[in-house]
């Protein structure tokens, strides 16, 4: 045979070989689609039906459209890998939901809030930062409420953290005369 067929054959077999040891990376077929579509329509329903999982609904409304044609649409130009992801995304985020809703957080969030409100008032070298703040700082509960709802919890997490650290700051200020 010659170096021109080899090389050809070569390319060939390189690319079966790649087809079938890659299935993951290649776009999903209709029935699996198809069944893709039928199982988000499941989920989608389960989330609007708790009150628990709006939050979850919110952050992310492509996922959980009720529209089985994008759900389908969206699979088809997906790889397995991708979409059978998402289903496991959604499955999570149920299961999240309904352990733990958004109120559930952002009443945590609220009553931690107000807690380290209070003590950062206890403490002469929190001033500055009660001042510097108002807003962070109130012994509001309804105000951090309402506040960590209209956030995504990454960004209350964030806030959280940033009012803790400085607590933790005026507190170390507090006990060592600094």
Not at 60 to 88: F, I, K, M, V
């Amino acid at each position: 045979m010659n170096r021109h067929w080899l090389s050809i054959a070569a390319g060939l077999l390189a690319m079966v070989m790649t087809a079938w040891w890659a299935p993951a990376a290649r776009a999903a077929d209709p029935e699996f689609c198809s069944d893709y579509a039928r199982t988000a329509e499941a989920q989608v329903r389960a989330a609007h039906n708790s009150d628990r999982c709006r939050w979850a609904i919110d952050q992310n409304p492509a996922r959980w459209t009720g529209d089985y044609g994008q759900h389908y649409g969206w699979c088809l130009g997906a790889s397995y890998g991708n979409a059978n992801a998402e289903r496991e995304a959604r499955r999570d985020a149920l299961d999240h939901c309904a352990a733990y809703s958004r109120g559930d957080f952002c009443s945590d969030y609220a009553q931690k809030a107000v807690r380290e409100s209070w003590e950062a008032r206890q403490h002469g070298s929190c001033h500055w930062a009660v001042d510097r703040d108002p807003a962070r700082w109130t012994t509001d509960y309804d105000a951090h409420y309402s506040w960590c709802m209209g956030v995504s919890q990454e960004a209350a997490e964030q806030e959280r953290n940033a009012r803790h650290a400085t607590l933790d700051r005026c507190v170390d200020d507090y006990y060592h005369g600094w």
